[in-house]
């Protein structure tokens, strides 16, 4: 069995796992990290999503063996930061959770797309938030606590 | 029991290749999912799998000017290509609507080429420049046309000791291009048809004019007949000349009926984009 | 003074998006057991024989000869199988669960397992009707004497899949004492825990039942999990460890319940005035294989037949007709929408038939208060509707679109509906069936419990019910708690759906919590329980469907606009506006969250979200194929809540759940309408039925 080697939430990791195994199930089933969730298993809700190198994936058509050399983070990785406690914030500020299962794979897209592009319009934010799919809040109040995510967290990304 | 292979540089997945055969494995994000089980549980896989995707000799994008051409490395991103000062124009916008972030961040175009999926949306490009896949093995490289290599409904001219190397794209001069993505949404959907078509017209004339659909065949549908048929002439007689180009158009397509769509609806977009994408040369 | 419009931070926001809120699939024990379920593979057919290989040791397979006692779910009826016996109805039908330790091991039980069926011929068609429903109003006979003209025209919905984000699941295990505990994706924590308890044949306080947070329902999580909950609790009660089943995309979309098809037929009597004298109508809901909850839900499509009109002349029938098809069941509106989409449509070409301006026509017929609903119950409280019209027309700009897009090469549209949905149980639901009960205790460090099985599946139930109880005892959120339902220490206080939790709970919870502010003792632990009484003025006659069908109503206008592609004839969003009378909005920010994600819904009902059958066989079976809107998909929008308190419910609350749902398909429709030029009368428009009426005419 191969070992993979790979740095999670900051932590330098080994595993010895089947490498085709979805990078989900190690996460959620190996590291007990369950914050990344399973929506649909196919790569449409991103429910799953977590950054690899910086940029967001959806972890379940990863393939753990992909995960070799990366920096890997989940949202529990990403809570312990100050981006995520003003990200937390303006969800809160504009109403942007609601049954909570897209929540954390929407503030890891949040995450991508505002450490590429600190002050997104209207427009790209839909674009970096296109990959998860909600059916509680019709996204608009997404797309406003992203926007308010921005300004509060001005020069933290 | 099937073996995971994870290869330290291209050389050695070569030699491993050699020893095929292989499922090779890019970004993942079709395979994973067409190969998925249960929860929890490995995908099933029915050969041993080698794992390119973090090949450092595969991961480029370059300009050859040499040969007025772009390279890309199987295993580059989506998101990289897209994000590239060279990509052409009409790929960036293929790109920009090819399922999400999270799927541009890993899906390679090596992947997508290999998955030879009749709705590819970058097929549809690939096609329109004629690009060439370079396949590697241990006994050297292989360069094949896309509209070769690409043979039939997820099938493709890959011997068991290859890989896809590179995609060669030339570059082409163009006075304007057109991309249609129709799908079942603006983001994250799988097309129901699809059209790129560009054209160089210089002085009234049409010097070079190429079209191609996509999702309504079982590969990208191309008719080099009829685009030579329509080159060097004047625009207005290219725009008279409508009627029998949408009905020779309408023959390079076999459109079907299934849970996205149906054959009617595919055949009658197809031609109304074709209209379109005529009626606005200039 | 508290302002009830107040939002206060959600009381699972942190733990939302940190990812630490747990559901069901987030729960594991060292010695759990996992399930699958072994389903039909065909329409409709005997099982002749069930070939099983040799198990190995610690795998079982559980079926109908485990049945405790009763091998149905209780709902309202007994024809629902937990497992099949020796027929199936529909593919996707349960058989048997296979189960074990190890995931990999189940697949390949499940697929070396073989079954023999002698299929027959299955019905697709609306043929075989199982409930029929109708009711009258005034004398729609005299009415066809005097009307000058007869206008008929029918209208189709398809199937609406709630697509939550987390799909279905359940952990049962026993405790000490082979209580049986189970804990899983629900809305309603007593229809599982009765279901359970029939099916076991258990006396009640050797069934629990938990909820977790809950990943999305939207009605899908309503009757459905009373299913998996009866299969799960006779495998635990066989093999005795823990078992978890959480249903796969594709296994969910294919077998859980989903909202009804329809055909409705509607024929209008119009006098010389152009005054609407009657309408008579029939509706034909799709329950697929079992009745389950689809008499209720025609009840609620029949009485939505004025809308937010007054006819004063009905003859109203409808039938539910059994198919060899995936049971329907509840969703977001319940009826509502498909009879909403139909009217609303049939109002405006009502107007367009008989040349005149829907808008003006449609006012014409506005119900006012005093007048008398469909069933001939009074509206008795102030309705605000035309003020709500005015101010969406405003803020929309439709009557200047309206002209603008009229130009018949603009393929520019706007739509507008008017809408009203009946808050709480249809009738005497709440009174006869129901019972809601609460409870509150006050412990000994005056911190406030409530116990309620009402459950946040994102709406913000736990929230707003909390601070409606902080409200009431005029102290802060913080010395209230609200922990998720468990049926050990919460009463019945009734089933989350129907938009009653505010209305309903939420006043029970008010009156339970005035009743410990007056007799409030410091430092003692205090106990109060509150029962339901319905208003004496409510009444409603179950068998002739005459009366007062609800305490109270909620109103809505939705404005649409949309931009057709002449070439691809997709349908662009370009703005919607809302605006609602929810009596009073309990936390704003919450209640614009509901009119967000329902209009949403409603919206993608009319024009995007298609699901279709070939044979019995869903076509559309997972995310990729089903589609619903992404963040690209929808436009800006703009909701405004007008104050309207109704004088029975909490601070002036009515529901607000399915309002915000139930006029978005008809406001979308109207807008295509308006850019293409064509009617349209069946749902959803997609660019394929679009280009057909393109076609067409």
């Known amino acids: 069995m191969n070992s993979i080697k790979f740095n999670l939430n900051g932590q330098d990791v080994a595993v010895e796992l089947n490498p085709s195994l979805r990078l989900l199930d190690v996460l959620r089933d190996h590291f007990h990290l369950t914050g990344t969730k399973e929506g649909c298993g196919e790569g449409e809700c ?94 608009n109040m997404i797309i406003k606590a992203v926007k308010t995510a921005a300004k509060l967290g001005e020069g933290l990304w | 029991m099937v073996r995971h292979i994870i290869p330290n540089n291209l050389n050695e997945a070569l030699n491993f290749l050699n020893e095929g055969p292989f499922h090779i494995m890019a970004g993942g994000t079709d395979l994973m999912i067409q190969k998925r089980s249960t929860a929890g549980t490995p995908p099933k896989f029915a050969k041993d799998v080698l794992y390119i995707a973090n090949l450092a000799e595969l991961n480029y994008i370059k300009k050859d000017e040499a040969h007025r051409c772009i390279r890309i490395g199987a295993a580059a991103k989506l998101e990289d290509i897209y994000n590239h000062v060279d990509t052409p124009a009409l790929l960036k916008d293929i790109i920009r609507e090819i399922g999400s972030p999270g799927i541009r961040h890993s899906a390679t175009l090596g992947g997508n080429i290999a998955n030879a999926s009749p709705a590819g949306d970058s097929l549809v490009a690939l096609y329109l420049f004629d690009a060439e896949i370079v396949l590697l093995s ?39 291009y057109k991309w249609y993505k129709v799908g079942g949404r603006r983001a994250d959907s799988i097309s129901k048809v699809s059209f790129a078509g560009v054209y160089l017209s210089n002085f009234g004339l049409v010097a070079d004019i190429r079209f191609a659909f996509g999702s309504v065949s079982a590969t990208v549908a191309r008719s080099i007949e009829l685009e030579n048929s329509l080159k060097n002439r004047p625009i207005e007689q290219i725009i008279g000349d409508l009627p029998r180009i949408l009905e020779e158009a309408d023959k390079m397509i076999s459109p079907i009926d299934d849970q996205r769509s149906n054959k009617i609806y595919r055949r009658k977009v197809a031609g109304n984009i074709m209209e379109r994408f005529i009626k606005n040369i200039a | 003074m508290f302002d009830p419009n107040k939002s206060t931070p959600k009381i699972d926001h942190e733990e939302k998006c940190s990812g630490q809120a747990v559901y069901v699939s987030d729960i594991t024990f060292d010695d759990i057991l996992y399930a699958k379920t072994v389903r039909s593979t065909i329409a409709k057919g005997y099982i002749r024989a069930i070939g099983v290989p040799t198990l190995p040791r610690g795998y079982h397979i559980v079926d109908h000869r485990d049945v405790v006692k009763e091998n149905y779910v209780k709902m309202i009826l007994t024809d629902w199988p937990v497992f099949a016996v020796d027929r199936v109805n529909y593919i996707g039908e349960p058989i048997l669960l296979v189960v074990g330790p190890d995931k990999r091991v189940i697949d390949e039980i499940v697929s070396a397992i073989q079954i023999d069926y002698e299929e027959e011929t299955p019905v697709f068609d609306f043929v075989n009707s199982v409930v029929n429903k109708s009711f009258a109003k005034g004398d ?204 609303e449509m049939f109002m405006n070409h009502l107007a367009k038939d008989l040349g005149l301006d829907p808008y003006q026509f ?33 803020i929309s700009d439709y009557q200047k679109k309206t002209e603008e897009y009229a130009k018949l090469d603009s393929f520019k549209g706007i739509g507008m509906s008017w809408f009203l949905h009946g808050c709480g149980f249809t009738g005497d639901g709440e009174s006869a069936h129901i019972k809601a009960k609460v409870r509150i205790v006050k412990d000994e460090k005056d911190v406030v419990h409530l116990h309620i099985a009402a459950v946040d599946m994102g709406q913000g139930a736990r929230t707003s019910l909390k601070r409606v109880v902080a409200m009431a005892l005029g102290v ?31 006043g029970l919870l008010a009156r ?28 409603w006659d179950e068998s002739k469907l005459q009366g007062d069908a609800y305490p109270a109503y909620s109103w809505g206008v939705n404005i649409v606009e949309v ?39 409603g919206v993608a009902y009319g ?60 406001a979308v429709a109207l807008a295509i309408e308006n850019a293409i030029k064509r009617r349209v009368n069946r749902i959803p428009a997609t660019p394929e039925h679009i280009m057909e009426l393109l076609n067409n005419e």
């Open chain 1, 46 to 139: 991103g429910a799953c999503s977590v950054l690899i190198n910086g940029r967001v994936v959806n972890s379940c058509c990863f393939p753990l063996a992909n995960a070799n050399g990366k920096k890997i983070l989940t949202i529990e990785g990403l809570a312990a930061t100050k981006r995520y406690q003003i990200l937390k914030d303006a969800f809160h500020i504009e109403g942007g959770s609601q049954c909570g299962i897209c929540t954390p794979g929407m503030i890891m897209a949040a995450e991508s797309l505002l450490s590429m592009n600190p002050h997104p319009t209207d427009e790209e934010i839909r674009i970096g938030l296109s990959g998860n799919l909600c059916r509680c809040t019709g996204y």
């Open chain 3, 512 to 539: 339970a919590a005035q009743n410990l502010k007056d007799n409030w003792k410091a430092g003692e632990r205090q106990e109060i329980i509150e029962n339901y009484q319905p208003p004496q003025y409510i009444k």
């Open chain 3, 607 to 666: 024009y995007l979200e298609v699901m279709r059958h070939e044979n019995g066989k869903l076509r559309q079976k997972n995310l990729t194929d089903y589609i619903i809107p992404t963040s690209m998909d929808m436009p800006p929008m703009e909701t405004i809540i007008m104050d309207n308190p109704f004088a029975y419910g909490p601070y002036g609350a009515k529901g607000a759940g399915e309002l915000t749902l139930v006029g978005g398909a008809p």
């Open chain 2, 138 to 176: 241990v006994d050297g490289e292989r360069i094949v046309p896309i509209k070769k290599f690409i043979t039939g409904v997820r099938r493709i001219d890959l011997r068991s000791n290859e890989l896809i190397k590179e995609i060669v794209i030339p570059i082409i001069p163009i006075t304007a």
């Open chain 3, 563 to 601: 931009e057709v592609s002449p070439v691809t004839y997709e349908v662009e969003l370009k703005g919607i506006w809302s605006v609602y009378d929810v009596g009073k909005a309990i936390d704003e920010r919450i209640v614009i969250g509901q009119a967000d994600g329902g209009i949403t819904q």
């Open chain 3, 362 to 394: 449609r006012l014409n017929h506005l119900v006012k208060q005093g007048d008398l609903t469909s069933t001939s119950g009074l509206y008795r409280d102030p309705i605000i509707l035309k003020d709500m019209i005015g101010k969406a027309m405003a």
């Open chain 3, 140 to 343: 729609y006979s005299q009415a066809a004497k005097a009307a000058k003209r007869t206008i008929i025209e029918t209208f189709n919905t398809g199937y609406q899949e709630q697509a939550y984000i987390e799909p279905q699941g359940m952990l049962a295990y026993l405790e000490e004492g082979g209580k049986v505990t189970l804990v899983g994706s629900m809305q309603c924590p007593y229809y599982i825990k009765n279901a359970v308890i029939n099916t076991l044949g258990y006396p009640e306080d050797k069934v629990r039942v938990i909820q977790p947070a809950v990943g999305g329902a939207f009605g899908g999580k309503e009757e459905f999990p009373s299913t998996i909950a009866c299969q799960l609790a006779t495998a635990v009660v066989k093999i005795k460890r823990p078992i978890k089943m959480i249903f796969e995309r594709e296994e969910d979309m294919l077998v859980t319940t989903k909202r009804h098809p329809s055909e409705i037929t509607l024929e209008a009597k119009i006098d010389e005035n152009n005054k609407v004298l009657g309408i008579k109508a029939h509706v034909s809901l799709d329950a697929g294989a079992y009745i389950g909850l689809s008499g209720v839900v025609l009840s609620r499509a029949m009485l939505a037949v004025t809308n937010a009109y007054t006819i004063n002349n009905l003859d109203v029938s409808g039938d539910v007709y059994v198919t060899n098809t995936v049971p329907t069941g509840a969703f977001r509106g319940f009826g509502s929408p498909q009879m909403i989409f139909a009217i």
């Open chain 3, 476 to 506: 802060e959120n913080e010395q209230v708690v609200f922990d998720y339902p468990d049926t050990d220490l919460a009463p019945d206080s009734g089933p989350t759906v129907a938009s009653r939790t505010m209305m309903i709970v939420g």
